[in-house]
C-alpha cells in the first residue's frame, strides 16, 4: 500500500543573527546544566567607558582641598598637613607642612608635567597619572594607549599602555575608580587605593611603590569650591 503525504512543512529559515544568538543561548544553558538559565552579558565597550569616566572625573571647577597626610619608608613615618588647590582642566598644587607647621615642600601638576622643587624628594610623590587619580581626576596621560575593558568581581577594568612599557589597570565601581595599578612584566609595582564619597576628591588615597616599599596617604579633610587662583602659583 502507497500513502501519498497529502501536507508538508517547511520551517522559516532563521537569520545568521538569530541563529547565532539561540546557539549562544542553548551552549550557555547547557554549560550550566538543567534547570538553570544564564544570561549572557554583552561585551564591555571600552571606549564608552572611557568617556563616561572622563565625563564624571574631570575638574569643572577651581577647588581647595585641606588634607593629612602621611610618609612611611624603610621604618621612617613622617606626618603632617597639607592643601592642594586644583583649576580646571589639568593644574594642581600641593603644599606639605610638618606637625610644627614648617614647610616640608610643595608640587604642581600642569598636565602630565609633575614639578617637584629640589627641596622635595622627587620620589616622595605618585607619578602625575597616579597624582591626578589621587585628586579625583582622570588623566590617564599623554602616550597612553587605550588596551580595553572587561567586567571583574562585580566592576570594570580599564587598561592602558604606558610609554615606558608598563600596563595601568583602573578598577572601576560604579563607574567611579577605586584602584590603580600598575604592572610591569606580569607584576604590580604601583598601586593606588581610592575611598570614595560624593564629592569630587576622594576621602582617602593611599599610594604605594612596592619595588622601593614606599607608602604615602592622604586623608582629606575638606574641599570647597574657590575663585580662580593666582597663575604664578603653578610654579612652586
Not at 575593558?149 to 563607574?175: K, Q
Amino acid at each position: 500500500m502507497h500513502v501519498r503525504r497529502l501536507f508538508s512543512f517547511h520551517p522559516p529559515s532563521a537569520s545568521p543573527a538569530l541563529a547565532v544568538a539561540a546557539l549562544s543561548a542553548v551552549l550557555g544553558v547547557a554549560a550550566c546544566g538543567p534547570g538553570r538559565v544564564v544570561v549572557l552579558e554583552p561585551p564591555v565597550n571600552a571606549q564608552e567607558v572611557v568617556s563616561r569616566l572622563e565625563a564624571r572625573e574631570r575638574l569643572a571647577v577651581p577647588l581647595r582641598v585641606v588634607f593629612d597626610w602621611e610618609m612611611s619608608e624603610q621604618g621612617v613615618r613622617v606626618d603632617g598637613r597639607g592643601s592642594a588647590r586644583m583649576e580646571p582642566p589639568f593644574k594642581a598644587r600641593l603644599d606639605l607642612f610638618l606637625g610644627n607647621n614648617e614647610p616640608a615642600g610643595s608640587a604642581s601638576a600642569i598636565d602630565d608635567d609633575l614639578r617637584i622643587p629640589t627641596e622635595l624628594p622627587p620620589q616622595v610623590l605618585p607619578p602625575a597619572n597616579l597624582l591626578w587619580s589621587a585628586l579625583g581626576v582622570f588623566k590617564p596621560g599623554l602616550g597612553t594607549a587605550l588596551l580595553g575593558a572587561e567586567r571583574v568581581d562585580g566592576g570594570v577594568h580599564l587598561s592602558y599602555g604606558l610609554p615606558g612599557g608598563e600596563t595601568a589597570v583602573y578598577r572601576l565601581v560604579d563607574g567611579r575608580i577605586v584602584r590603580v595599578e600598575v604592572m610591569r612584566e606580569g607584576s604590580v609595582v604601583q598601586r593606588l587605593t581610592l575611598q570614595r564619597d560624593d564629592l569630587q576628591v576622594p576621602v582617602e588615597a593611599t599610594y604605594r611603590d612596592l619595588v622601593e616599599v614606599r607608602e604615602l596617604k592622604l586623608v582629606r579633610e575638606s574641599v570647597a569650591q574657590t575663585e580662580p587662583f593666582p597663575p604664578d602659583i603653578w610654579t612652586p
